[in-house]
């Protein structure tokens, strides 16, 4: 089971067993904002989710190993279950919250 958290955590539950298998902290590198109208996107640093709540997550029905997140930073994650310490990607859509999110069934690499 996957589930989102307001501390800005991931986590994933094994529910054959009591504890949480994996956790993801929403720490961040390389995130790509958006920078206005164009759809241009900047590099930023490094760092910790600040403004912390994860809202939605959502699991790539063709990539086993593979999940997403959004927040209320306006910032969408995509995870490998396999490395926890960073994501594979993040971009900064616009600064609203990111209320909800689905991969495409036609094309696992697109987010809705």
Not at 67 to 87: H, K, Y
Request: aromatic share 10%; glycine share 8%.
């Amino acid at each position: 089971m996957l589930v989102g958290r307001v501390d800005g955590n991931v986590l994933i539950y094994d529910t054959r067993t009591d504890g949480t298998t994996l956790k993801f902290k929403e720490k961040w590198k390389n995130v790509y904002q958006n920078q206005g109208d164009d759809d241009t996107f900047e590099e930023e640093g490094e760092g910790v989710r600040e403004s912390g709540e994860v809202i939605c997550v959502e699991w790539n029905r063709e990539l086993e190993w593979c999940f997403a997140s959004g927040g209320t930073d306006g910032i969408i994650s995509i995870w490998d279950v396999r490395q926890t310490s960073l994501p594979m990607t993040q971009v900064q859509i616009h600064s609203a919250p990111i209320t909800a999110l689905s991969f495409s069934l036609s094309h696992p690499a697109i987010i809705y």
